[in-house]
């Protein structure tokens, strides 16, 4: 049995036992809000958030009217800080998918979870398949913003250099309350991201 059958199989059992999100149907959802010719950003995030309610498929976004759990108050934090965007008074929130829609991948490496149990997915086949899916991004682009937050996210930065390609690559510390204190805040990855853009004739993104 091949590692997909094996994942697939996996994930069947536990959504037959156990509360898993995101929901089977938004399981993909960041492949299809961002399909893979669209692509000009991609921002890894770990596993999705696992309370009720809150991952709908996409990294560190939730559903609307969903209070933004502690990494993703963070992001805001930076992103009025670096370009002048107060999530608070935006009618979406904390649901980023007016990102996806412009380009930007948010995808998690392991992309279910067990309800209160973080990171019990990992390990079960999910980061073969979005290595690989990463791979087929920067592939098939010319140049690519590669946003890695924490060290989870940077080790993937060797299979995304790809010879040949232009991509960037914008490292920081993650935004949890662990680490935001020791170098994500001040970091500046978006308006870095749109000047990496403009600087190869792409259209910034309206964070």
């Known amino acids: 049995m091949n590692y997909w059958d094996m994942l697939s199989f996996f994930i069947d059992a536990e959504r037959a036992s156990h509360e898993i999100y995101p929901p089977h149907h938004e399981m993909f959802a960041a492949f299809f809000a961002t399909p893979l010719h669209n ?41 009025l800080s670096d370009v002048n965007v107060d999530r608070n008074q935006h009618p979406a929130k904390g649901n980023l998918t007016s990102w996806a829609e412009q380009g930007v991948l948010l995808l998690n490496t392991t992309c279910t979870v067990r309800r209160d149990e973080a990171g019990s997915h990992s390990g079960k086949g999910w980061e073969k398949f979005t290595i690989a899916a990463l791979r087929a991004v920067a592939h098939t682009h010319e140049h690519v913003v590669f946003i890695l937050w924490g060290k989870h996210a940077q080790a993937l930065r060797p299979h995304l250099e790809i010879t040949g390609h232009d991509h960037t690559f914008i490292e920081s510390p993650h935004p949890s309350p662990l680490s935001a204190y020791r170098g994500f805040f001040g970091s500046r990855p978006f308006s870095l ?15």
């Open 193 to 207: 991201a749109n000047q990496a853009l403009q600087q190869h004739g792409q259209m910034p993104i309206t964070w």
């Open 39 to 79: 692509v000009k950003v991609v921002i890894v995030g770990q596993d999705p958030y696992h309370q009720p309610g809150q991952a709908h498929g996409l990294s560190f976004s939730v559903n609307t009217n969903v209070a933004p759990p502690p990494s993703l108050r963070n992001i805001f934090t930076e992103l």
